[in-house]
């Protein structure tokens, strides 16, 4: 038995929609959903949105320098030397955080940020250097 729309037959057994039936291709998904594409990850060659991982080289982070000067500010100059040596270890260690994060421009300011401030504890030890200097030399001349 066949359906014929003209002869008022009704739906044909199994609804409108039964693949391979008059004349209709069966239906296939649209490419793209569900269907693994090249990608490895199976969706956009872009990746997932975000920062994602920086280019070129991480800027100096001046760490060294920065626990230089907190131990001979310790040495020669307690009050002035240490603590600009502190505040230029915090920012040599927000380098390296903003560059994990993918924020270049603000591994870029905290580097600047470290190598300002440990220029002045270096300042700031080299004047308590020659404090220091002063001092002893003028306690050793008035004992003799």
Same mark, same amino acid.
């Not at 729309?5 to 039964?18: I, V």
């Given at each position: ?66 626990? %230089? ?8 100059? &307690? ?9 230029? =270890?915090?920012?040599?260690?927000? /380098? ?21 401030? =440990? ?6 030890? /080299? &004047?308590?250097?020659? /404090? /220091?200097?002063?001092?002893?030399? %003028? ?6």
């Amino acid at each position: 038995m066949s359906y014929d729309p003209s002869a008022g037959q009704g739906m044909p057994p199994g609804g409108p929609q039964q693949p391979g039936q008059y004349g209709q291709p069966p239906s296939t998904p649209p490419p793209g959903y569900g269907v693994p594409g090249p990608y490895p990850t199976g969706g956009s060659p872009y990746g997932a949105p975000g920062y994602g991982p920086p280019v070129g080289q991480m800027p100096s982070t001046y760490r060294g320098w920065a626990i %230089t000067s907190i131990v001979l500010g310790v040495f020669f100059c &307690l009050i002035l030397g240490m603590p600009f040596g502190i505040v230029a =270890n915090h920012y040599a260690g927000k /380098v390296q955080q903003s560059w994990d994060m993918g924020d270049m421009q603000g591994a870029m300011q905290a580097s600047k940020r470290a190598r300002t401030w =440990n220029i002045w504890a270096t300042v700031f030890i /080299v &004047l308590g250097l020659i /404090v /220091v200097i002063i001092r002893f030399s %003028t306690l050793s001349s008035s004992s003799s």
